[in-house]
């Protein structure tokens, strides 16, 4: 782990080594979670005690036994105002039900407070080895923590066809950008890799690509370059040690998140900061491992270095480094580790574990010189809002349910329009053109894309245009929604089908 994850931004906040007073205790609020996470947060708790942390634990409930008692979020209201007061909490993994059922409450508090920044940094540790070991991996990820598919903003279209929202803004990408660089000059990182899929979404990766490379010159001690996504989770693989921080957006890096913990360690290992401008929260990679949960296998390392993160946040570093002096030498030695890091010597408990980072805490006494504080907070970003100078509506996409083949569709459509000023120009299904065809398209599904653009070359179209249209079209189909087509400054605001002119 670095020493600090952003130098001193607030001397004031800097403390002298050793324990606080109980005045000076800071108030952090800790969620112990679902599953494993209950054993994690006693154990990291403990840690952090025995090490002389000055916190004033405010335990709250939040999760599964929440959405049992009827609480619809998973967090009730009193958790939410302590966390808005503490301004500081550490978070065990919660679970979300796979599938169905409620939404992922972590989610929900990342999104409440508006922590749009998680960081994930990912480091070799001493005495754990992997197939990757001694290769220098010193990496951190840099993930958009409120946007992309990741909202959930979900709707079923058809009884067959659901759709997902993937939603990103020019101010989402410019703030986690700006915090990627801050970081990367703070830390003195030499390279920023923007992670996307702008080759295929365009207009929303593509949007985090371009912010990317307007913001790149103004930090001209670090270089900048770019990487499909697909290759990165290569190049992970490949060569890691050539990574340094990635930004990305919400799901491509809770993936490649996961990828790169496997490469210092596991799960178990990795450790996490959601960061905002009010409330940074502290928490593991991990989830609540359902399958290990009560029996004393998990282990706390990742919660533990979270806690560490929130111990330099809160000015509290002398704690952490003696925190990971005593972890590191209970690593390296190996003689009492969970069963996902054991080697040598059988596996121990999650609480036999704690016990030997507590003893090998008497060999790592306080440091005496005072520690910087490492206080995450997130840049002033200025809002960015584009406002276009010109904006044409040029047609739109009207999306409707039909089970009948498409030729038939397009006659009743065509029919119906003819004396509005919109001409049908293609019909698609699932992204690719099935009218007028181009190939015979094969398995269709009963969600279709019909295409209007103005007749008149040059018209735009108006809201009362398109709710005409509608009317027509709901005579001989069931529309489900609709999408303008817009052009900004001349350029189009939307996709071409597969196949389209
Ligand atoms: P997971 O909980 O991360 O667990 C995946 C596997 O990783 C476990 O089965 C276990 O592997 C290993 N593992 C994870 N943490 C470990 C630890 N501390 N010590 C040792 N091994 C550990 O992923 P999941 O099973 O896909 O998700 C379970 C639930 O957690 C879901 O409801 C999910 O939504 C939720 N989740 C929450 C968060 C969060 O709170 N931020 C994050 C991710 C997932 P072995 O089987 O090999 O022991």
Redesign the pocket.
Known sequence: MPDSIIPPTDPAAQRPAGMGTQAARTPVVLLP????GPE?TAATRRICDAAGAAIDWRAAEAGAACFAKGIATGVPRATLDLVAEAGVVL????????GYGGK?V?VTLRNLFEMYGNLRPVKELPGVKTPFSGRGIDMLIVRENIEDLYAGIEHMQTPNVAQSLKLMSVQGCDRILRLAFTLAQAEGRKRVTCVTKANIMKLTEGMMKRRFEAMAPQYPGIAADHLIVDNCAHQMVIRPERLDVIVTSNLFGDILSDLAAGLVG???VAPSANVGARVAMF??????????AGKG??????LLLAACMMLRHIGQGAIAQRIEKALFRTLEAGTAL???LARAHPPVSTGAFTDAVIAALELAPPAQAPVAAAKLATPAVPAATIVPEKREVIGVDVFVESRGPVRQLAEAVEQTIGDTPFVLKMISNRGAQAWPATVELEDMVDHWRCRFVMKKPGAWATEGHILALLQRVSLVTSWIHIEKLQRFDGEDGFSKAQGEA
């Open positions: 979670g679902d599953g494993i994690v978070k065990a993994p919660l679970e979300t039900a796979v992922s972590n596991g799960l178990g928490e593991a990679v991990h989830g609540s491992a359902p399958d290990i296998l998990a282990n706390p390392t990742a969970t069963a996902d």
